[in-house]
């Protein structure tokens, strides 16, 4: 006599979800079917030994991976708040500061900008005493 | 050790500033809980280390989504879980492959040095073989066997991580605790 049904109503009792109907039903066949008494002390032993599974030994490697993780963490906070302060005076001036410099040779290279490049040139020359200002402030 | 004398909501006020000792803490105190997931999932250590990275990662990139309103351990799980049924996802075909390589006739070859007498004891162990059925479960079968058992999900929690539906959660907890079973008795564990 195939016990399919009966088998898996034996799990819906081991896990206390049987239709209260349904139990009543089990408990009639498990009076009679040999298979299904021994089929349920067998799921039983089984659910034990499954609900107390035992507890993993943390590798060493563990908090290796734990601090390098925090390392990148701390690094990204870092460059978040370098990227923050972007917008400073100090990255305006260092910024223009090189872009005037780079115009100024390559107007250089054409012809009859002469004009242009001198006046570059002098625009370069002040702003790069005022980075020289700002960073020695900024030393101080 | 001061992480652990740290309540969640603090944690959780300490991660959303970014604060360092915030994520050392948050590791700290669910570290053995994640791993224990990722290990039961992938039965390597290698492969759990890596999960866990990921998991971390995960944790820090999503903590300032996260609703102080809820409790914490619920979103640690689902995010857990998530990655480790991505993994299993993606690593179906080598999993598979693995366990049909684990034929009965490797323990007799040259492969035998490979065993130690410390390694014949703890097969003999039920604790041992129970965690063997598990690795060699399908899948499918796993992850439910795992969520249920080790997570102690309800078959509605399951369905929901695994968006699987309750009937064939069902089934796959009944089908893979045969298999547990079966395995178990051929083993020898449990005598027949």
Redesign the interface.
């Known amino acids: 006599m195939s016990c399919t049904y009966y088998?898996?109503l034996l799990?819906?009792y081991l896990e206390n979800?049987i239709d209260p109907l349904e139990k009543i039903v089990l408990q009639e066949h498990l009076k009679i079917c040999p298979n299904c008494r021994r089929e349920l002390t067998?799921?039983k032993?089984?659910y034990w030994?499954?609900?107390n599974?035992?507890?993993?030994d943390?590798?060493k490697?563990?908090s290796v991976?734990?601090n390098s993780?925090?390392c990148e963490?701390?690094n990204q906070?870092n460059t978040?708040i370098n990227h923050a302060n972007l917008n400073t005076y100090k990255n305006y001036i260092n910024l223009h500061t090189n872009t005037v410099g780079v115009a100024s040779i390559f107007l250089r290279f054409i012809p009859g900008k002469k004009m242009a490049s001198s006046i570059l040139d002098n625009i370069y020359c002040s702003l790069l005493n005022k980075r020289k200002k700002y960073s020695m402030r900024n030393f101080l | 050790m001061i992480s652990l004398e740290f309540s969640d909501e603090k944690i959780v006020a300490l991660c959303k500033l970014?604060d360092?000792h915030g994520?050392?803490s948050l590791?700290?105190k669910y570290?053995?809980y994640i791993?224990?997931l990722c290990?039961?999932y992938t039965n390597s250590?290698e492969d759990s280390?890596d999960l866990?990275?990921d998991i971390?990662?995960k944790l820090?990139k999503s903590i300032n989504n996260f609703d102080e309103s809820k409790p914490l351990i619920p979103w640690i799980k689902r995010i857990s879980i998530n990655t480790c049924q991505n993994y299993l996802r993606d690593n179906k075909n080598v999993i598979s492959a693995s366990r049909n390589s684990r034929l009965p006739d490797d323990i007799t070859n040259n492969n035998f040095s490979l065993y130690t007498v410390e390694d014949e004891v703890n097969f003999n162990n039920?604790?041992h073989a129970?965690?063997s059925a598990i690795k060699d479960l399908p899948n499918e079968y796993k992850s439910v066997?795992v969520l249920r058992?080790?997570e102690?999900l309800s078959?509605k929690e399951i369905s929901e991580y695994t968006s699987i539906p309750i009937g064939t959660v069902?089934t796959y907890?009944?089908r893979g605790?045969k298999l547990?079973?079966e395995y178990?008795k051929k083993e020898g564990i449990?005598e027949v």
């Not at chain 1, 599974?53 to 993993?56: E, T």
């Open positions: 088998e898996e799990h819906e979800t067998e799921l032993l089984l030994e499954l609900n599974l035992p507890d993993i943390l590798p490697e563990m991976l734990k993780i925090l963490i701390e906070e978040k | 970014n360092i994520f050392d590791y700290t570290e053995k791993y224990k290990y039961y250590k280390l866990l990275q971390y990662i820090y039920t604790k129970i965690n066997i058992h080790v102690c078959y069902k907890l009944y605790r547990i079973k178990l449990w």
